[in-house]
């Protein structure tokens, strides 16, 4: 009969308890822990501290199986940063100069993640306008999901306020983060790295503050933020296109030449006064805009 103890981060449980699933084993809750796994062979006792005993014949095995620099190799063997349960954050919209801006978050469990990769969820920036708008709704029927939407009159209002685009993006992240955990409790959220930790931290509000936020660049190859990635471009293409019915003129995408051609046919249509309200004005295409119309009157 054989022990061995280990400490590992609490926030990995429910990944371990996933595998020891496939294992076969009977599972009891003691209390102060997590879990008790049970197979004929061994016994594992998460302990609420983080505390982990494995007790048993063939120990050895068992350890090196679970508790080697290979696990932490797992994890990430299929692109996925962080065990599920987790919360996934993306936005859409940031570099079109028309158009809102879009923060999506997605709550995905092990098995609905699996589901989606099989529907072919993977980083927006991947797919085509049609496929996006078709995967939306399949993630929309297997998760707990948030968008938040902030239209052009009301994003140049946060803008001037914050004077910072960073820090906009950190208030609409920890507003999506806040709005998913009233509707579930979860320990990990992941998004993508766009600026210092500290400025998304500053940002989270009460009970985004209790979570373990995780910033890496390329998140997208983390499903559940490619889903969220999914959700946040699938209503930023909805947006642009109810912009473009609604002035009956092409709005596009990005902040390229014909974006210039049409902001310039749209103010000879209604106005520069009326610009504010379709798109960002602090890019550098909106002053190229007004320096123009100065030209021309």
């Given at each position: ?42 016994q594992?006792?998460?302990y609420?501290?983080?505390?982990v ?11 090196k ?24 954050i993306?936005e859409?919209?940031?570099g ?10 997605c ?40 968008i ?14 914050f ?16 709005n ?5 409790n979860?320990?990990i ?6 600026a ?6 500053n940002?989270?509000?009460?009970k ?54 049409q ?31 100065k030209?021309?009157?």
């Amino acid at each position: 009969m054989g022990t061995y103890s280990v400490n590992v981060d609490p926030s990995l449980m429910v990944h371990y308890k996933n595998l020891l699933e496939k294992e076969n084993c009977v599972f009891s809750y003691p209390q102060y822990t997590f879990f008790c796994a049970k197979t004929n062979l061994w016994q594992f006792t998460f302990y609420k501290s983080g505390k982990v005993v494995i007790q048993g014949k063939e120990i050895d095995d068992a350890v090196k199986k679970f508790f080697d620099d290979k696990f932490g190799q797992e994890i990430n063997s299929s692109g996925e940063i962080a065990p599920y349960p987790h919360i996934g954050i993306d936005e859409s919209g940031k570099g079109d100069f028309f158009g809102p801006l879009v923060i999506a978050g997605c709550f995905l469990t092990e098995k609905n993640a699996e589901k989606l990769k099989l529907k072919g969820v993977i980083d927006s920036k991947k797919l085509d306008d049609k496929k996006i708008l078709s995967l939306s709704d399949d993630i929309k029927t297997c998760s707990i999901f948030d968008i938040v939407v902030i239209g052009n009159k009301k994003y140049n209002e946060l803008y001037d306020k914050f004077k910072n685009l960073n820090r906009l993006l950190a208030w609409g992240h920890s507003t999506v983060l806040e709005n998913i955990l009233n509707k579930t409790n979860c320990t990990i959220a992941i998004s993508d790295k766009f600026a210092d930790e500290s400025v998304i931290k500053n940002a989270l509000k009460d009970k985004g503050k209790t979570i373990k936020l995780l910033q890496q660049t390329k998140a997208e190859s983390d499903t559940a933020v490619a889903a969220a990635s999914i959700l946040a471009r699938a209503e930023f293409v909805k947006r642009i296109s109810n912009l473009s019915q609604k002035y009956e003129i092409n709005l596009p995408k990005g902040a390229g030449q014909n974006v210039l051609e049409q902001g310039e046919k749209f103010i000879q249509k209604f106005g520069i006064e009326e610009l504010i309200n379709v798109s960002k004005t602090h890019f550098k295409t909106y002053s190229t805009l007004k320096t123009s119309q100065k030209t021309l009157f």
